[in-house]
T-cell receptor, first 111, second 116 residues
Framework: GENVEQHPSTLSVQEGDSAVIKCTYS??????FPWYKQELGKRPQLIID?????GEKKDQRIAVTLNKTAKHFSLHITETQPEDSAVYFC??????????FGTGTRLLVSP | GAGVSQSPSNKVTEKGKDVELRCDPI?????LYWYRQSLGQGLEFLIY????????KSGLPSDRFSAERTGGSVSTLTIQRTQQEDSAVYLC??????????????FGPGTRLTVL
């Protein structure tokens, strides 16, 4: 089955810096890669996703890149703000309509 | 429209008791998922329902865990003879099945289970 690894487990940046979180997956047939953000005490929410027919997708300050050859994808957050502080989870398909989540990255943005 | 709802929001029980957790998915969503999230940990997949198909139970940690989805809507996760290691937040999510593609999973607020 699919195996998703996520790094780093924690990431501390200064406000205004960029943050990058990386994930690798094992199933070369995987074709959908979402990122979820979970603020403290809240439910996870989708922030961006990418399908394997594109290599990069942007939405304002966040972007996701996909390298299918290397089987890895990354979340990029530019001009970080304190409200970006949260736990971020990557995921990849683990079967029809089923996702396997990474272990999460705790991002702390200091003012 | 209404999002995914779960009840109760908090449940404290004694070791050995049975508990039932409820999930109301978004209307029209055919897929429903249960996850477990221990303190500070990731999302552990438990079980997945898709329409009228047999559920994918591959993530259930033991036979003390079971789930039902009645009428293709509401789901109940049951934990029998609870143990202290069952303490966690239990999250439910639902998604549509548009075009047969992977679609966004919408999560409920979770049920925080504490087993004393």
């Amino acid at each position: 089955g699919e195996n998703v690894e996520q790094h780093p487990s924690t990431l501390s940046v200064q406000e205004g810096d960029s943050a990058v979180i990386k994930c690798t997956y094992s199933d070369s047939a995987s074709n959908y890669f979402p990122w979820y953000k979970q603020e403290l005490g809240k439910r996870p929410q989708l922030i961006i996703d990418i399908r394997s027919n594109v290599g990069e997708k942007k939405d304002q300050r966040i972007a996701v890149t996909l390298n299918k050859t290397a089987k890895h994808f990354s979340l990029h957050i530019t001009e970080t703000q304190p409200e970006d502080s949260a736990v971020y989870f990557c995921a990849a398909p683990g079967g029809f309509q089923k996702l396997v989540f990474g272990t999460g990255t705790r991002l702390l943005v200091s003012p | 429209g209404a999002g995914v709802s779960q009840s109760p929001s908090n449940k404290v029980t004694e070791k050995g008791k049975d508990v039932e957790l409820r999930c109301d998915p978004i209307s029209g969503h055919t897929a429903l998922y249960w996850y477990r999230q221990s303190l500070g940990q990731g999302l552990e997949f438990l079980i997945y329902f898709q329409g009228n198909s047999a559920p994918d139970k591959s993530g259930l940690p033991s036979d003390r865990f079971s789930a039902e989805r009645t009428g293709g809507s509401v789901s109940t996760l049951t934990i029998q003879r609870t143990q202290q290691e069952d303490s966690a937040v239990y999250l439910c999510a639902s998604s549509s099945n548009l075009r047969g593609l992977h679609n966004e999973q919408f999560f409920g607020p979770g049920t925080r289970l504490t087993v004393l």
